[in-house]
């Protein structure tokens, strides 16, 4: 894991929003996301300098294109949002959460 993915799942693991489990690095078709929690349809990535060339940029869109086709909302942060605003990327997590969840 990053510094980044390691901070963010501190605030993850262990059912500590909403009582839901995250799990990293979970195999969906032919994709492996970040973090994944089932029960929220929800995926999380946190993306390095890497995915803002145009090649990745357009593979992660038909990434995030295939995830929503089965369901699934996706947050993307790039690591310096993780690790200079963790409580906006929470906040954000948060508010998501609540609207998959119907809360």
Request: aromatic share 12%; no cysteine; charged share 30%.
């Amino acid at each position: 894991m990053t510094d980044s993915e390691r901070k963010l799942w501190s605030y993850l693991k262990g059912k500590q929003l909403f009582g839901v489990q995250f799990y990293r690095q979970k195999s969906i078709g032919e994709y492996i996301v970040d973090f994944y929690a089932s029960k929220a349809k929800l995926v999380i990535e946190v993306d390095g300098s890497q995915h803002f060339t145009p090649d990745n940029a357009k593979k992660d869109q038909r990434r995030d294109m295939y995830l929503r086709g089965i369901g699934l909302q996706v947050l993307r942060f790039n690591n310096m949002e993780v690790l200079k605003q963790i409580d906006e990327v929470i906040a954000a997590i948060y508010r998501m959460m609540g609207k998959q969840l119907e809360l």
